[in-house]
């Protein structure tokens, strides 16, 4: 039989467990990550003739390297490569959800987006999500887990993406800023690291300890060092750098939300 591994990740609360669950079934059980004491919960189920090894990574917000968290799932989807990677976001938070989808993006993962708790927003937001797909180059696939919605078409969307290759997304971080990745791309082009160039150079420049790490065992504190100078020029533009590369990556996912959803009001709403 073939075989295919995936990874769910999404924020906490977001219902990840409870699709984790309704997924894997009787076959899910519980581990360690090595060398830690996060739980790790891993499962299977059977779609057409092909095996779906599920691993569930821990709920986080981010994929910076200092928390246990973030470390294992961003370590997870850069050394083991999953060949799918399926975020789960609350679609009554969908701003905040998303930024962790867009840095799976920029990490070079292959992605699917589950919009899970879709009951919450029935009668009070209207995403369209053919024109939310097209924007952030995803499958999507709106689900309850609670309310079993959408649970089978997920499984069905999973299958389907593995069979197809992953569009980029890119956040545009305006012309200093790209100016001084392009920079740190070309020192990192001979690097051997498993990561995304991209992400590698943005991540840089956010000062990421675990990159930083990696470079300087591979002997290339040049690089750091020539990224530091790149965030010197940088903050004489953008004092608060770091901010200013989260906020680029905000602007992308509210700009999308507004032209892809719409509220609406309900009947209790208008009486009042
Ligand atoms: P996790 O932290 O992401 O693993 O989230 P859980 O699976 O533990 O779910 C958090 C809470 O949300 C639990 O009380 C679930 O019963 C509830 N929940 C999960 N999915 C849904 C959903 O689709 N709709 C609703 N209304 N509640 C949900
Ligand atoms: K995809």
């Known amino acids: 039989m073939k075989s295919f591994n995936i990874a769910l990740i999404g924020n906490p609360n977001v219902g990840k467990s409870a699709i984790f669950n309704e997924l894997t079934g009787a076959s899910a059980h519980v581990g360690n990550w090595p060398g830690v004491t996060v739980e790790k919960k891993v499962g299977k189920f059977t779609y057409l003739d092909t095996e779906i090894n599920v691993v569930d990574l821990p709920g986080i917000y981010s994929l910076s390297a200092d928390s246990i968290d973030e470390r294992i799932a961003r ?58 797909s097209q924007s952030l180059k995803t499958r999507i696939v709106k689900t309850s887990a609670t309310k079993k919605i959408g649970i089978d078409k997920l499984k069905e969307a999973i299958f389907d993406e593995l069979h197809h290759a992953e569009e980029e997304l890119f956040v545009d971080y305006g012309s200093d800023i790209e ?14 690291l498993p990561q995304n160039k991209r992400f590698l150079a943005v991540k840089l420049l956010e000062q990421d300890a675990a990159i930083t790490e990696e470079l300087k065992k591979l002997q290339k504190d040049n690089i750091v060092e020539n990224a530091l100078l790149e965030i010197n020029n940088l903050e004489k533009i953008y004092p608060d750098l770091q901010t200013e590369i989260i906020e680029k990556r905000y602007a992308l996912i509210e ?18």
Do not use: W
């Not at 679609?91 to 070079?108: A, D, H, I």
């Not at 100016?179 to 051997?192: P, Q, T, V």
């Not at 700009?255 to 009042?272: P, Q």
């Open 179 to 192: 100016r001084s990745i392009e920079k740190i791309k070309n020192l990192l082009e001979d690097i051997d």
């Open 75 to 132: 370590d997870y989807i850069v050394k083991q490569k999953p060949d799918l990677v399926v975020c789960i976001a609350d679609s009554t938070n969908l701003v905040r959800n998303l930024y962790l989808f867009v840095l799976l993006k920029e990490l070079g993962a292959k992605t699917l987006l589950a919009l899970n708790m879709i009951d919450l927003v029935k009668n009070k937001l209207e995403i369209d999500d053919a024109k939310l």
């Open 255 to 272: 700009g999308t939300v507004k032209n892809t959803t719409k509220h609406l009001v309900s009947i209790e709403d208008r009486l009042t």
